[in-house]
């Protein structure tokens, strides 16, 4: 297995811009977590799906962020618009859920470094 | 919802040496406890996890041990070596049902040849 991919891996774009991030999960897992690291506040959940049902984006910023999970093996990250403060890493996750082996286990991404001027 | 701590932020040791690294969390619920490596350039990459009816566990190098009274755990890595540099991170999950993995803030560690 190709392991949880993203792309794009490097982003830079002007504020005001969208800017729409992927992720392709691992075959045969079923929870999806998006997150975002940046220096000052390391590693925070923006949101995570089960079953491509959204079950936590309390900590989604603000509506210029959504997420969706048009199907089993995808998910997208889109920020409209886009502002300076936007500027971190955005990496997917993915496991295979509860009361399935390695459940909780999560697998991630290399990450997405959106740069915003 | 669940707050976890980690101690220090870096840390140097020389190469052979033993490193430790602290996480506190605050939901006495939580069950579930890894502990993830993040390499320059890549994604946190799971090195090792404890489960609450567990008090100690080891794999080669690496073992964590987890104080569910105290609500601590901790990292501990022996006879280091430089591959070992990098950014490590302690995580929590919450009570049963709830897959969302709150993160500490990281430790860097640093083998010093």
């Known amino acids: 297995d190709a392991g949880v991919i993203q792309s794009p891996r490097h982003e830079v774009t002007e504020m005001g811009q969208e800017v729409t991030l992927r992720c392709k999960l691992i075959?045969?897992?079923?929870?999806l977590f998006w997150y975002r690291q940046t220096m000052m506040r390391g590693l925070e959940l923006l949101i995570y799906?089960?079953?491509?049902?959204?079950?936590?984006d309390s900590g989604m910023p603000e509506d210029r962020f959504s997420a969706k999970m048009p199907n089993a093996s995808f998910s997208t990250l889109k920020i409209q618009p886009s502002e300076p403060r936007d500027s971190a890493v955005y990496f997917c996750?993915?496991?295979?859920?509860?009361?399935?082996?390695?459940?909780?286990?999560?697998?991630f991404g290399a990450g997405s470094r959106l740069t915003v001027l | 919802g669940e707050n976890v701590e980690q101690h220090p932020s870096t840390l140097s040791v020389q190469e052979g040496d033993s490193a430790v690294i602290k996480c506190t969390y605050s939901?006495?619920?939580?069950?579930?406890f890894p502990w993830y490596k993040q390499e320059l350039g890549k994604g946190p990459q799971l090195i090792i996890d404890?489960?609450?009816?567990?008090g100690e566990k080891k794999d080669q190098r690496i073992a964590v041990t987890l104080n569910k009274t105290a609500k601590h755990f901790s990292l501990h890595i022996t006879e280091t070596q430089p591959e070992d540099s990098a950014v490590y991170f302690c995580?929590?999950?919450?009570?049963?049902?709830?897959?969302?993995?709150?993160f500490g803030t990281g430790t860097r560690l640093t083998i010093i040849p």
């Open positions: 996750a993915s496991s295979s859920g509860q009361g399935r082996p390695g459940a909780n286990v999560l697998t």
């Open positions: 075959s045969g897992h079923n929870s």
């Open positions: 799906f089960n079953n491509n049902v959204p079950i936590d």
């Open positions: 939901d006495s619920a939580s069950n579930y």
């Open positions: 404890i489960r609450s009816n567990v």
């Open positions: 995580a929590a999950r919450g009570s049963f049902g709830n897959e969302k993995l709150t």
